[in-house]
Structures are given as structure tokens and as C-alpha cells.
């Protein structure tokens, strides 16, 4: 790698690494047209991901495709090897097409309808066999290399598909039967696969991130505490997945190699909370890890599901309420009424979650996750990301002035 550049980060952020993605896509056997930058992963200063959105030529014809390409300080990874290396002077990359993801094998079975009608059928998913046809998938979320969730729908019929990495795989499924075999409301397991796809049922109701906009109470503040403290005993015995709080220095540079003119407020904010948990023990309550409302599913003012449980494990209750509360603080592209609406639960809620938790603790807490969300719409690529990421730290700021 080389020395002004370990991580990659300026190359595939830039307009040389044109030369590499249309190498890759000639090597596959086709023309590149034109390119864009996607979505970027970045740890500085170990390694960059990026995906690009690409239109190229092949034999038969023009089409649409999304280029991944992985770059390493310390060179190439071992399922690197899944993906071509193209050599760029001193550095070598790896690069591919989706979704022949390197890391997530199963992306290639659920990305197209012709496959996830075979693995319907020979598992008996839905009430009845089905054709291609009659299968509509929709991309929920793609974090190139790390995992995915496809929707398959089958007329009324609905799944998620998660596509998952080898090494967690086995360990993803194991924490969803504990939380199911103890009731809590967790997606129905419809099949899991040798390639690493584990196929959920549709939870019930609609998930609080909607319902938080509708016009009635979605669930109560008291409602949230007790789905989280129904979790089992056993999950504190689980591996511990360190606290959101715990990475925030780490956040912070990501955030500041995307923004150094945020870099001051971010110590000062990093110094605030670091300070401020230095204290506090890492707690033995059975937590979820990554608690938020788009985890939660709601009915008729009650909760009715629980999604995304492979970061349960031994914790302290503020570390989940404060990750709800660092989401609902930093929603992003509403319009006026939604915004009133998110704030108005926000101050109905938060004093409830005072009652469970220490205060300070809470706004130190959510405000270090906002920090890491904060790297969010530069990932994303998203076309006002400067000014929604100053946004985000000045909500971290503000908790932290709450209790400082």
C-alpha cells in the first residue's frame, strides 16, 4: 500500500479508480460506459470498501451493474481470493460484480428470482409452488461484504432473506432460537441454507419506524422497557458485544476523515463521553445490542415483534435505550408534521426511560451512537451528506449539554 494513501480511501473515492473498475469489467468480458460512486465503507486507516454504480456493455448488450472493489493497508484478505485482484502500481485490490460478493456467498442465490423459486419450492416457503414470475424481490439493505436482506414476495406472502457471513452464520441462528424458545415475538425461521441464507417469516404489524408517524400512540415507553427486559437470563451469558459508547473515538474518525472541519467539536464530544462513562461497570442485563424503532414491530398500540436479534448478549438497559433514542433524534428527510411527531414522542418517552435508567448515562450513551451514525450519510453517498452530518453532531452536542 501506499504511504500517503494505506487505506485506499483516496483512490476509490476519486476518479482514478476508473482505470481499475473498467479493467475488472474488460476481464469479465465487457466495455464500462460510465461509472458513479455508491456507497463507501471505510475504517480508516485499515481498509475501504465502495461499490459504484456502472453502465456497461456486454455481448448481449447494455445493462446496469454495481462494482464492488476492497482495499486493504495490509494487502489482500483470504476471501479476497473470491474476487479478482487487479494490481494498481504499489497496491493490489480486489474487485467484483454483484453479487458475487467474496463475503457473501448466498447474495448470488438471493439476488434472482429463478433461485429463490427453487429454494421456495424445495422448502415448502410458501402455501404453494411458485414460478419466477409469480416471486417479486426488493434489496432491503446491502452493506457489500458484510451482509444483505432481500424481500421476496409471493402475491400476499412476504419474507426477508438475510445473507450472511460464513463465520456468524451459525451463531446468528443459535441467538434467534434462544429469544424464540424463551417467547419473544422473533420472526418464524422458514429455512436456512449451506450458503448462508436464513429465511424469516414476516412479522405482524408494521414496524415502529412508520408507525411513529401515524396519528395514535404506536406503544408506550413502558411497553418498549418490558420487550427488552422479557429477554432471557441466558443471553447474559452470551459473548459480550461491546457498547456503541465503547467505539466512539473510533466513529469519530471516520466521521472526521469525512469532515475535518467537524474534527474539534468531535474530541470535545469524545472527550465529554468518555469521561462521563469512564465509571460505569459494563453491566449484566440481557440487551438486544442494536435496539431501535426499525427493530420493533407494532399492532393496535402494542408490540407484536422483535427483529435483528444477532447482537443480544450482557449489557446495561441504557445502552438499548439509548440507541432508540440516538435513532429517533436523528431521522433523516421529514417533513414538518413527521418532525413534530418524532419530537413530540421523543419528549413523552425519554423521562419514562429516566425511571429505568440513569439520565446522565442515557444522553451520554445515545449521543456516542449518534456519533457513529453520523458516518452514515457519507457511506451512503447520499446527495446532502455534509449538511446531514453536521446535523447529526449537533444533536450529539445537544444531549451532551443536557447533562454537562
Known amino acids: 500500500m501506499t504511504a500517503s494513501d494505506p487505506d485506499g480511501s483516496m483512490l476509490l473515492t476519486s476518479g482514478d479508480v476508473g482505470a481499475l473498475l473498467a479493467a475488472a469489467v474488460q476481464h469479465a468480458g465487457g466495455t464500462l460506459v460510465s461509472w458513479a460512486l455508491d456507497h463507501v465503507d471505510a475504517n480508516p486507516p485499515q481498509s475501504t470498501t465502495a461499490t459504484y454504480s456502472a453502465l456497461v456493455d456486454w455481448a448481449y448488450g447494455r445493462r446496469e451493474e454495481l462494482l464492488g472493489v476492497s482495499a486493504r493497508a495490509s494487502g489482500p484478505a483470504d476471501t479476497d481470493s473470491a474476487a479478482e485482484i487487479f494490481a494498481d502500481g504499489e497496491r493490489e485490490v480486489a474487485v467484483w460484480i454483484y453479487p458475487q460478493d467474496p463475503d457473501l456467498p448466498g447474495l448470488a442465490r438471493a439476488a434472482y428470482a429463478e433461485s429463490m423459486a427453487e429454494l421456495a419450492n424445495s422448502r415448502h416457503i410458501f402455501a404453494a409452488p411458485v414460478s419466477p414470475d409469480d416471486l417479486s424481490l426488493q434489496m432491503i439493505g446491502y452493506r457489500p461484504r458484510r451482509r444483505a436482506v432481500v424481500k421476496v414476495s409471493a402475491g400476499e406472502e412476504v419474507v426477508y432473506v438475510k445473507v450472511l457471513r460464513a463465520r456468524l452464520f451459525d451463531d446468528v441462528l443459535t441467538r434467534h432460537h434462544l429469544l424464540a424458545e424463551a417467547g419473544l415475538p422473533v420472526a418464524e425461521v422458514a429455512a436456512t441454507t449451506d450458503d448462508h441464507l436464513l429465511v424469516l417469516r414476516e412479522l405482524p404489524g408494521q414496524p415502529l419506524a412508520r408507525a411513529i408517524f401515524g396519528s395514535t400512540e404506536p406503544c408506550t415507553a413502558e411497553a418498549l422497557i418490558e420487550l427488552l427486559d422479557a429477554m432471557p437470563a441466558s443471553v447474559t451469558r452470551l459473548d459480550r458485544r461491546p457498547p456503541w459508547s465503547d467505539a466512539v473515538r473510533h466513529y469519530a474518525r471516520m466521521v472526521a476523515a469525512a469532515m475535518p472541519s467537524l474534527e474539534s467539536r468531535l474530541h470535545t464530544l469524545t472527550e465529554t463521553i468518555g469521561q462521563g462513562l469512564a465509571s460505569i461497570p459494563p453491566g449484566d442485563e440481557p440487551t438486544h445490542g442494536d435496539f431501535h424503532e426499525g427493530q420493533v414491530h407494532v399492532a393496535g398500540g402494542r408490540v407484536c415483534g422483535l427483529l435483528d436479534t444477532d447482537t443480544i448478549g450482557p449489557g446495561r438497559r441504557a445502552d438499548d435505550l439509548a440507541c432508540l433514542v440516538a435513532h429517533l433524534s436523528t431521522i ?24 429505568r435508567v440513569d439520565p446522565t448515562e442515557l444522553r451520554l450513551r445515545a449521543a456516542a451512537v449518534i456519533i457513529s451514525l453520523a458516518t452514515g450519510p457519507f457511506r451512503g453517498q447520499e446527495p446532502e451528506w455534509e449538511r446531514e452530518t453536521a446535523t447529526m453532531i449537533g444533536s450529539a452536542e445537544a444531549l451532551v449539554r443536557q447533562v454537562s
Not at 421529514?334 to 421523543?346: G, T
Open 332 to 355: 433523516q428527510r421529514m417533513n414538518a408534521s413527521q418532525e413534530a411527531r418524532a419530537h413530540q414522542l421523543i419528549r413523552r418517552w425519554v423521562p419514562v426511560f429516566d425511571t
